[in-house]
């Protein structure tokens, strides 16, 4: 069984950084590109990162450009998001999400989330 | 940057049909993928690549597009398919971004 457990989540002050962590297990991560996709308290679904499964591809929403930076370990299983510089607009649950193929485009396994609250 | 356009909420009778629509320009020669999630909870996929439905998805959840729009339909509604439903498409012209729908609540009456 598929399985992304976040952990990271946390109140921080604007300006401050973050450290999100999604471990990965019952598939074998090292072939699969991983994504986070957040959601605003009361909001829409919002895509913010991707990686390839070996990390030569990585892309981010504009809105996080500069100021967030995903990484993984695929020896460790773990998908990782550091994120800079942080508004009070990047308050949301962070999902890790898994591609349900190997295309990349879509997302077929979730994370229950992690909180990230920006707030002084 | 591409955008999707989702009614903000659609009601429906049990055992009725409903029908969620999702317009973006050329969404036909790209494929629509479809998420379902209820309060509190992580999205769950229900349709991928227009049609396609994951293991476990009942039968009763089907995608199509015609044109300009995209729709999901849900036959024989229970009061468990009331949810928020996302539809999603991947954007290769813009580094490679997942575009997401605003969302549409479905209410079961």
């Known amino acids: 069984e598929v399985q992304l457990v976040e952990s990271g989540g946390g109140l921080v002050k604007p300006g401050g950084s973050l450290r999100l962590s999604c471990a990965a297990s019952?598939?074998?991560?090292?072939?699969?590109?991983m994504n986070w996709v957040r959601q605003a308290p009361g909001k829409g679904l919002e895509w913010v990162s991707s990686?390839?499964?070996?990390?030569?591809?990585?892309y981010y929403t504009d809105s996080v450009k500069g100021r967030f930076t995903i990484s993984r370990d695929n020896a460790k299983s773990s998908l990782f998001l550091q994120m800079n510089s942080l508004r009070a607009e990047d308050t949301a649950v962070y999902y890790c999400?898994?591609?349900?193929?190997?295309?990349?485009?879509?997302?077929?396994?979730w994370g229950q989330g992690a909180l990230v609250t920006v707030s002084s | 940057s591409y955008v999707l356009t989702q009614p903000p909420s659609v009601s429906v009778a049990p055992g009725r049909t409903a029908s969620i629509t999702c317009g973006g320009n050329?969404?036909?020669?790209?494929?629509v993928h479809w998420y379902q999630q209820k309060p509190g909870q992580a999205p769950i996929l229900v349709i991928y690549?227009?049609?396609d439905r994951p293991s476990g998805i009942p039968e009763r959840f089907s995608g199509s597009k015609s044109g300009n729009m995209a729709t999901l339909t849900i036959s024989r509604v229970e009061a468990r398919d009331e949810a928020d439903y996302y539809c999603?498409?991947?954007?290769?012209?813009?580094?490679?971004?997942?575009?997401f729908g605003g969302g549409t609540k479905l209410t079961v009456l």
């Open positions: 999400v898994r591609t349900y193929d190997s295309t990349g485009y879509y997302g077929g396994y």
């Open positions: 019952g598939f074998t991560f090292s072939r699969y590109n």
């Open positions: 999603q498409v991947w954007d290769s012209t813009n580094d490679h971004h997942w575009v």
């Open positions: 990686i390839s499964y070996s990390s030569t591809y990585i």
């Open positions: 050329n969404i036909g020669s790209i494929g």
């Open positions: 690549y227009d049609t």
